[in-house]
């Protein structure tokens, strides 16, 4: 079993920056992948951001250009830097992690609110 715990949500004004963690423990294996997705209220799950073992990264549109997906391959973190941050970006941020094969594993989700 994979256990994943998110942090670093909270109210941010906009224009401003939060950076999320999220840590990863229990039977890991060899992961494939770690991701972040967001749920804003009424809305579908989204992807934004995705880094590979490799260090390989993928960004949403929208996260272009202001987020940044960074890993500790060491500690089993990933994290997500976002900059800019817009009232559009309210949502529940959610992190994954995908091994080579089985089942994807996500977090609780940590809230992020974009509010002056």
């Known amino acids: 079993q994979v256990q994943l715990v998110e942090s670093g949500g909270g109210l941010v004004q906009p224009g401003g920056s939060l950076r999320l963690s999220c840590s990863a423990s229990?039977?890991?294996?060899?992961?494939?992948?770690m991701a972040w997705h967001r749920q804003a209220p009424g809305k579908q799950r989204e992807f934004v951001a995705v880094i590979t073992s490799s260090g390989i990264t993928t960004y949403s549109d929208s996260a272009k250009g202001r987020f940044t997906i960074s890993r500790d391959n060491a500690k089993n973190t990933v994290s997500l830097q976002m900059n800019s941050l817009k009232p559009e970006d309210t949502a529940v941020y959610y992190c994954n992690l995908a091994r080579a094969s089985g089942p994807i594993y996500w977090g609780q989700g940590t809230q992020v609110t974009v509010s002056s």
């Open positions: 229990g039977s890991i294996g060899s992961i494939f992948s």
